[in-house]
DNA sequence: GCAATTCGGCGGTCTACCAT
DNA sequence: ATGGTAGACCGCCGAATTGC
């Protein structure tokens, strides 16, 4: 048994020297520990990687702090708990380093503030405002090779292994030693924006984003009950931030469905449903689309059977999303309603100044809230929706609002979401990226952004081709594809 | 033994980000 | 409006503890 473990730890630790021999933390920019040191050396070795990790562990879990107000003072105050036994299991010394960093040398005042709340708890610490500064963040790059072995055994994401199996052909592609991120103009361009903004919180959030991403630190989460998405170190990382990222020296690229939510809705309401033959037809093809959620499935069969919705209404409807016109459809009548004046300015922080692009989006936001949210509210959009496909509002309205298995009254309606979300995941992650994983032998990294393809640049356009083969394949039409390049 | 208090779990809210 | 991630906070409810 100890042999065993000792080969592992061996392997384990070729591995890690091998891509891992660093680790970025994040500090202020006007931190300066080195001065400090020399005005006031240390009576022990001291390790600055370790004076660092810890300050740089601070902020981060400053950031995932909340607060009404989000300017830098607020966004700073918190007293972090850090349990002395965690410290130690990390690096053997953190007494002695925190016991220096917390000394008021001379009147200078303490590297650290420290709170001790009450017997049995542990310490708390906070970094002062002086040390903040104007707030700025930079990433410094660690050595030390013991204490980065134990941070990443003590920080390793944590992930499900039904998860890690159903989705190994992508998370195997998230390996830090094939992507190149230039971290410190995506941290750069975090901060003009904040100094755009004031709202320090958000940059304090996105710049801890910056330092796990550089640190390879790639966690997933998969709910197949509710929207079935995969989540991923990609879907939360800050739009802004995109360019900076490239894979095996290339630029990345995304392949992204148009109106993919209203897609799969008219998807779903165009397969024949109206005797009991062609229910169970209808049946067949979906449920193997649905594993997980069978039920919510022949539950929506059933109202649109009961219902019955005008095909020509279905053909319509499917036009226009594959047109990529749907939201432009309604757009002037949604600017005609009653609300159009307070909702756009509480949508876009400023009054409507005759855009046509904002029109489109608070059409497109306005559209989709109403489809997911309960039927009662959004009522004068139900009506414009309705004057123009009437029988698909009923579908709509009568599967939102009846009893099912364990929702409570007032959530019936989250159901619609569910399906079409659980839908849209299963085409993208079971379906095409699995295939195109497939056929190109794993030559084709991917990431999976909800309903966008991530790629290389070089692979967009064979992968867009596929993507529409396999669509055309599996339910006869596509949706609009649009192809963008991370810039 | 009963009433009053306290505590923990649960569910809801909020903030931030991403997507539709 | 919906979904996911994070944590803090609040109110509710029942269980456990405390007080008389």
């Not at 159901?415 to 992650?429: I, V």
Request: aromatic letters at 16%.
């Amino acid at each position: 048994m100890h042999c065993k473990k000792a080969v592992y730890g061996h392997c384990y630790a070729l591995f890690i020297t091998l891509i891992m021999n660093q680790y970025y933390i994040l500090i202020p920019k006007n931190l300066n520990l080195e001065q400090r040191l020399s005005k006031f050396p240390p009576d022990f070795k001291l390790s600055s990687d370790y004076c660092h990790y810890f300050i740089s562990e601070l902020i981060k879990e400053s950031s995932y702090q909340n607060q009404k107000k989000n300017d830098l003072s607020s966004s700073t105050k918190f007293f972090i708990p850090r349990c002395s036994q965690i410290n130690q299991s990390i690096y053997n010394d953190s007494k002695k380093h925190l016991d220096y960093l917390y000394k008021d040398f001379g009147g200078e005042g303490r590297m650290l503030f420290r709170k001790n709340y009450e017997e049995s708890k542990c310490f708390s610490y906070n970094l002062p405002e002086y040390y903040w500064g104007d707030g700025e963040l930079k990433l410094v790059c660690i050595t030390e090779e013991d204490l980065i072995d134990n941070i990443r055994k003590y920080d390793k994401p944590q992930i499900d292994n039904i998860v890690r199996k159903r989705f190994n052909f992508t998370i195997n592609y998230f390996d830090i030693g094939r992507f190149e991120f230039d971290a410190e103009s995506a941290l750069n361009e975090l901060y003009q924006k904040y100094k755009q903004t004031g709202n320090y919180a958000k940059y304090l959030k996105n710049a801890v984003r910056v330092m796990k991403f550089k640190n390879g630190y790639f966690p997933f989460w998969h709910k197949p009950k509710t929207d079935g998405r995969l989540h991923t170190a990609i879907t939360q990382f800050p739009k802004t931030c995109r360019k900076y990222l490239k894979y095996d020296g290339e630029r990345l690229a995304e392949v992204d469905l148009s109106s993919s939510i209203p897609f799969f809705l008219s998807y779903i309401l165009s397969i024949p449903a109206y005797t009991p033959t062609a229910i169970s037809a209808k049946d067949a093809v979906l449920c193997a689309q649905l594993p997980y959620s069978e039920d919510i499935l022949h539950h929506y069969m059933l109202v649109e059977s009961l219902v019955r919705p005008s095909s020509r209404e279905i053909t319509d409807f499917a036009e226009l999303i594959q047109n990529n016109r749907l939201y432009e459809f309604f757009m002037i009548d949604f600017m005609n309603l009653d609300n159009f004046d307070v909702g756009f300015e509480n949508m876009f922080q400023r009054p409507f100044d005759g855009d046509m692009d904002d029109l489109k989006t608070y059409s497109k936001r306005r559209l989709l809230s109403m489809f997911f949210a309960n039927a009662k509210y959004y009522e004068q959009e139900q009506l414009v929706f309705y004057r123009h496909f009437p029988s698909i509002h009923d579908v709509i309205k009568k599967f939102k609002q009846t009893k099912f298995r364990d929702f409570k009254k007032s959530k019936r309606h989250k159901k619609l979401a569910f399906m079409l979300f659980q839908l849209e995941s299963h085409f993208m992650l079971n379906i095409i990226a699995r295939e195109i994983n497939n056929k190109f032998k794993r030559k084709i990294p991917l990431f999976t952004l909800h309903d966008c393809l991530v790629l290389k640049e070089s692979d967009l356009d064979q992968v867009y081709e596929l993507m529409h083969e396999i669509f055309i394949r599996e339910i006869e039409y596509a949706p609009n594809m649009t192809k963008k390049i991370w810039i």
